[in-house]
């Protein structure tokens, strides 16, 4: 047992983290993410945790996992927090890193449903900051969820350190600067451009400093190049959300979804 909750098996680790799929006395099922203080700098994980419950509260999307409950145990005369617990919505699905469709418009329709639960986010002036195809699932009949809150933070917060995924990250995350829509906007083209490629988009973070010029003027092959049978608009669209400044990427999430499925309805049928 754990906080109440059976225990029927690991689904997997994270940082600092163990997630469980559990059940509680009703049978209902539930994946339970753990986390353990083992080090004074494990501090930050019980505060992505928690993070992670906070936010979550304000979603309504259906493609946003729901957090079930947050959970600390209870001990006498301390008031001391050394672990943690979500209670998560449970979801039978994969993640996307480890089940690419082999065929572009299931692939472009994963992207759009995932794309209209980030603006859902960033109508609620949040930012996940760490979207990346590993964040999201995909389920029976091609559902997605996205998953994993524990970065996500207000627009126009700085953080004090880089936080966000090396082959997925913005420029501005690397900088410590500011956060926007247009942080996940860039995540979300890096996310397409190697589920579309196969290939990771050189980023401010995986580059040496001398090569930064790759990434502030793109000088990479677009998806197009990379794959010819790439549709041209497609390729455009994920090269215009990998902008270096914000201010030239695409304008919004929603702009970004009318030019996704725009794509889909032009994609040639496997």
Not at 80 to 108: C, F, H, M, N, R
Not at 149 to 158: A, D, E, I, L, N
Not at 196 to 211: A, H, I, Q, S, W
Request: aromatic letters at 10%.
């Amino acid at each position: 047992m754990l906080f109440g909750y059976k225990v029927l098996g690991v689904i997997g680790h994270g940082a600092a983290s163990t997630i469980y799929r559990v059940n509680n006395r009703a049978g209902q099922i539930f994946a339970l993410k753990h986390v353990i203080k083992k080090t004074e700098s494990d501090d930050r994980f019980l505060r992505q945790l928690q993070n992670e419950y906070e936010v979550s509260q304000k979603f309504r999307h259906h493609a946003l996992r729901k957090v079930v409950e947050w959970k600390v145990p209870r001990r006498f005369f301390s008031n001391k927090v050394d672990e943690a617990a979500l209670v998560l919505e449970w979801i039978d699905g994969q993640p996307l890193d480890q089940a690419v469709p082999s065929d572009l418009p299931t692939l472009v329709s994963i992207f759009v449903h995932a794309g209209a639960a980030l603006a859902s986010m960033h109508r609620l002036k949040l930012v996940h900051c760490d979207f990346k195809p590993h964040n999201v699932l995909r389920c029976k009949g091609d559902k997605v969820k996205v998953i994993d809150f524990g970065q996500t933070c207000k627009v126009g917060f700085g953080k004090n350190r880089v936080q966000g995924t090396p082959d997925f990250i913005a420029p501005e995350q690397v900088k410590c600067q500011a956060v926007d829509e247009k942080t996940d906007i860039y995540s979300f083209g890096a996310s397409l451009y190697w589920a579309l490629t196969g290939n990771r988009v050189p980023t401010y973070f995986t580059v040496d400093k001398k090569d930064h010029d790759v990434v502030k003027f793109q000088e990479f092959p677009s998806p197009m190049e990379v794959n010819k049978a790439i549709p041209a608009d497609l390729s455009k669209l994920v090269m215009q959300c990998l902008m270096y400044s914000p201010d030239r990427r695409v304008a919004d999430m929603i702009t970004a979804l009318n030019a996704l499925s725009s794509s889909l309805t032009a994609a040639p049928r496997a």
